[in-house]
T-cell receptor
Framework: AQSVTQLGSHVSVSEGALVLLRCNYSSSVPPYLFWYVQYPNQGLQLLLKYTTGATLVKGINGFEAEFKKSETSFHLTKPSAHMSDAAEYFCAVSERDNAGNMLTFGGGTRLMVKP | DAGITQSPRHKVTETGTPVTLRCHQTENHRYMYWYRQDPGHGLRLIHYSYGVKDTDKGEVSDGYSVSRSKTEDFLLTLESATSSQTSVYFC?????????????FGAGSRLTVL
């Protein structure tokens, strides 16, 4: 069975600082990988996804993530944090041959941005 | 993007009462999902549907049932609510051509069981 681990349930950065949110997965074969963001009192929105090809994936709002097969990781980064980035971020995986195409989510990381 | 609406958005109920949450989507998506969100656990899949009248259990299905009589509606029922079912419930959908499982989520239904 797949699992997703997000290191750090809360991360605090200063405005303008680098954002790094960590995600590691366990899967027998490289899965599809996703980052979703949840703003307060809203549903989840897709930030970016990795399916195949280039391992550095760019998403919305200046975020990007790099798939590292050897490290089974898919960490999310942004060079310079904005106050509007404060939200909860979820890493998720899905098996490539999963007929139901269900996502398995990590526990989430709440990002706080200090002025 | 799909339009997904969940109702009710907030509900407070008492232990032992039945509760039904409704999810309605307007994009003719084949797949629909119910997740619950709890601190530290992320989102966990309760049940999902891969077509009208076709449903299956997810990771945390005990105490829940679902029904899908029309493509656009996916109902989640708690037959006898318990305090452990206090949570935020999210519905999501995806069409069969949406490669790599990009889900569209509703805004959530917050359920409190006293």
């Amino acid at each position: 069975a797949q699992s997703v681990t997000q290191l750090g349930s809360h991360v605090s950065v200063s405005e303008g600082a680098l954002v790094l949110l960590r995600c590691n997965y366990s899967s027998s074969v490289p899965p599809y990988l996703f980052w979703y963001v949840q703003y307060p009192n809203q549903g989840l929105q897709l930030l970016l996804k990795y399916t195949t090809g280039a391992t550095l994936v760019k998403g919305i709002n200046g975020f990007e993530a790099e798939f590292k097969k050897s490290e089974t990781s898919f960490h999310l980064t942004k060079p310079s944090a904005h106050m509007s980035d404060a939200a909860e971020y979820f890493c998720a995986v899905s098996e490539r041959d999963n007929a139901g195409n269900m996502l398995t989510f990590g526990g989430g990381t709440r990002l706080m941005v200090k002025p | 993007d799909a339009g997904i609406t969940q109702s009710p958005r907030h509900k407070v109920t008492e232990t032992g009462t039945p509760v039904t949450l409704r999810c309605h989507q307007t994009e003719n998506h084949r797949y629909m999902y119910w997740y619950r969100q709890d601190p530290g656990h992320g989102l966990r899949l309760i049940h999902y549907s891969y077509g009208v009248k076709d449903t299956d259990k997810g990771e945390v299905s005990d105490g829940y049932s679902v029904s899908r009589s029309k493509t656009e509606d996916f109902l989640l029922t708690l037959e006898s609510a318990t305090s452990s079912q206090t949570s935020v419930y999210f519905c999501a959908s995806r069409d069969s051509s949406s490669g790599a499982n990009v889900l569209t989520f509703g805004a959530g239904s917050r359920l409190t069981v006293l």
